[in-house]
């Protein structure tokens, strides 16, 4: 359907038809980046999944693979669903999935590569023993899904963590084993907490706490501290924590209580959902895959033909600035896309203004940009107790002193669509500065069958800090990371008029007071070349 064709992307992970979700098996492997996602071949809504293959040099130009594994077992009959790899200090590769059976129960399989000379890893091979876990006494058979990349323990032995719940307390369930084939189930919980429901795609991992490298995931010590992330079912956002991990008594404590795992720091707080993390030994880093799914109807995902991107991979990392949140950042190969880039330095924007950024189109962007409030203002501002929260405020149209300001993306010549990026800024008491930074989708389209949601949050700027962002626009997606990455939000947005040739950047400053001085880097990016798999291309 060309009409709607536009909305595809340039440079983001998606199949060449149909429906997508979750991340899957991420892992560096001889050379190459695998990619596996949960993949309906028949059609592009949620169903019949199988996992789908892609292979990459540098995670940005893709080679697409046949399917890895189908549903062709009666323990995976009703779906191959979501896994994790993990790679064996030997070079082994054992990957771990869930199917859900003939009878939709959810058990874990066991698979690994046909033929480990093959860097492309074509073919897969079911262990014959699956399943190799059925659910526990007391655990729903339907609640019992997508194992975690293993990690070691003192003893030698490997261990996973499994979500589930237990009435509405999400739980994650852990097992010890020495060949992924027969499992010891702890005695004992990684961590629950009340009312947050089922957790799906648990992930765990070390962070660094003294320099910004990624760690194996079975690093632990008191140079590291343990992340722990769960999806949430029920309100389909991605939540982590950060804390300590205690092997002996097998339990996660975050360290800060107001923030445990489920109920306090996402992700991003967008659209973002079933992500998963790798260690990436060939550039020692942590990155991040998450699942972008459609703000539009089912009904104009099946006239497209397609439905679901995947995120820029993003390196994460502690941010030892702050030591309570994670950082977030697209992967540096990203920048290889880079085009022509224009710079603006010094953009005076006063209140109540929206400046034009002459760029040539606005479909492919990467802008990196910094804002400072006029001092003057600042000073002379009174100190307020307001509270701002982005999806309870009325968006880039209500007026503070202080804010909103920042971008409007896709937008058009018109300004009859576009999608503001905006900080909101408040003085408290004692003259500190509160700052929130959100995504405004409510003008972001003419068509009335989108969701135009209000989406963002809170966001620490250190003192001697300039508001800072970073926007990769590509199409229907805006993916923006705020303060180096401290707060993410990811939109998809459908404009009508601003598409092509005709969409527009601009910068806006809709505070009452203050005069805003901005300076941007905005790049145009290539598109990136994701080729199908040709048979001859096997070997
Ligand atoms: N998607 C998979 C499940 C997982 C869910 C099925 C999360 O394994 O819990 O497609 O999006």
């Not at 194992?147 to 999400?170: D, F, H, M, Q, Y």
């Not at 800060?256 to 790798?278: E, H, P, Q």
């Not at 003085?427 to 989108?450: E, H, I, M, P, Y």
């Amino acid at each position: 359907n060309s009409m709607l064709s536009w909305q595809r992307t340039a440079f983001h992970f998606q199949p060449e038809k149909n429906w997508m979700n979750d991340p899957n098996g991420p892992m560096y492997y001889k050379g190459w980046y695998h990619f596996f996602y949960q993949y309906n071949p028949n059609g592009a809504v949620w169903g019949d999944i199988v996992w789908g293959h892609a292979v990459s040099r540098d995670m940005i130009h893709w080679l697409h693979l046949p399917l890895a594994m189908v549903a062709d077992q009666w323990y995976d009959m009703q779906g191959v669903w979501t896994g994790s790899a993990t790679i064996l200090p030997n070079g082994e590769i054992i990957m771990l999935y869930t199917g859900s059976t003939n009878e939709s129960v959810q058990v874990q399989n066991l698979a690994y590569p046909a033929d480990p000379s093959d860097p492309l890893l074509v073919d897969w091979i079911k262990y014959p023993g699956n399943p190799v876990l059925v659910p526990p006494p007391g655990i729903g058979t339907k609640d019992f899904r997508d194992p975690t990349t293993a990690w070691l323990t003192s003893e030698g032995k490997w261990r996973i963590t499994i979500g589930s719940k237990l009435n509405k307390t999400g739980i994650a369930l852990v097992y010890d084993t020495e060949d992924f084939k027969s499992y010891e189930l702890k005695e004992g919980l990684l961590r629950a907490v009340d009312g947050t429901g089922m957790w799906e795609c648990v992930d765990f991992f070390p962070v660094s706490k003294k320099n910004e490298n990624g760690l194996d995931t079975s690093v632990n010590g008191d140079e590291v501290k343990h992340v722990m992330k769960v999806s949430l079912d029920d309100d389909r956002h991605d939540y982590y924590a950060i804390g300590t991990y205690d092997e002996k008594s097998v339990l996660f404590t975050p360290d800060d209580a107001k923030n445990d795992v489920g109920v306090g720091l996402r992700y991003d707080y967008g659209i973002f959902y079933a992500s998963k993390t790798f260690y990436d030994q060939n550039k020692e880093r942590r990155l991040l895959w998450g699942w972008i799914g459609e703000s539009d109807s089912e009904y104009a995902d099946v006239a497209k033909g397609w439905a679901s991107v995947q995120s820029i991979p993003r390196t994460v990392e502690l941010d030892r600035k702050t030591g309570s949140n994670l950082l977030q950042w697209p992967v540096a190969e990203v920048e290889s896309l880079r085009l022509r880039s224009d710079e603006f330095k010094n953009l005076k924007a006063k209140p109540g203004s929206v400046v034009s950024i002459d760029i040539e189109t606005a479909t492919q962007l990467d802008i990196v940009a910094e804002f400072e409030i006029d001092k003057e203002t600042l000073e002379k501002t009174p100190e307020s107790n307001e509270e701002y929260t982005c999806g309870n405020s009325g968006g880039s149209k209500q007026r503070g002193a202080l804010g909103p300001f920042g971008l409007l993306v896709l937008a058009d010549e018109g300004l009859f669509e576009y999608t503001p990026q905006y900080f909101y800024v408040i003085k408290g008491s004692n003259g500190n500065l509160k700052t929130s930074f959100c995504a405004d989708q409510s003008r972001s389209s003419q068509a009335n069958d989108v969701r135009k949601q209000i989406v963002g949050s809170a966001v620490p700027v250190l003192k001697d800090e300039k508001f800072s962002l970073r926007i990769l626009v590509d199409h229907s997606i805006v993916e923006s990371f705020a303060q180096g990455g401290r707060t993410v939000v990811t939109s998809r947005v459908y404009p009508t008029k601003a598409i092509y040739g005709a969409a527009r950047l601009f910068l806006f400053n809709n505070a009452t007071e203050a005069t805003v001085t901005a300076s941007l880097n905005v790049w145009q990016m290539n598109s990136a070349f994701i080729r199908p798999f040709h048979p001859d291309q096997k070997n």
